[in-house]
Nanobody, 121 residues
């Protein structure tokens, strides 16, 4: 069974940092691109960032470019998202997704349960 388990969310002040993790199981993690998406209160799902199977090739949405960093450790079957210079508008539930292909294709097939990030003073 494919499982994606996110963690690392929490309450942080504007300008602060968090590191999200997504532990994968039930499939060959190193064969798939991975993605972070988020859903803010009352809004739809928003793509945040993606990374190719080997960690070479990363992609970011404009609102997070320069502030967030996606990376992965294939030996640990873990995907990460480093969130720096957080803004109130980053408040959302953050989900990781497994891509169907090794290179980012925008075609997810599994999503985790999410972790809440709240940015507030």
């Amino acid at each position: 069974e494919v499982q994606l388990v996110e963690s690392g969310g929490g309450l942080v002040q504007p300008g602060g940092s968090l590191r999200l993790s997504c532990v994968a199981s039930g499939f060959i993690f190193s064969d798939h691109a991975m993605t972070w998406v988020r859903q803010a209160p009352g809004k739809g799902l928003e793509w945040v960032s993606s990374i190719n199977y080997n960690g070479v090739g990363t992609y970011y949405a404009d609102p997070v470019k320069g502030r967030f960093t996606i990376f992965r450790d294939n030996a640990k079957n873990t995907l990460y998202l480093q969130l720096n210079s957080l803004k109130t508008e980053d408040t959302a539930i953050y989900y990781c997704e497994k891509d169907r292909r090794p290179y980012y294709s925008g075609d997810p097939e599994t999503r985790g349960q999410g972790t809440q990030v709240t940015v507030s003073s």
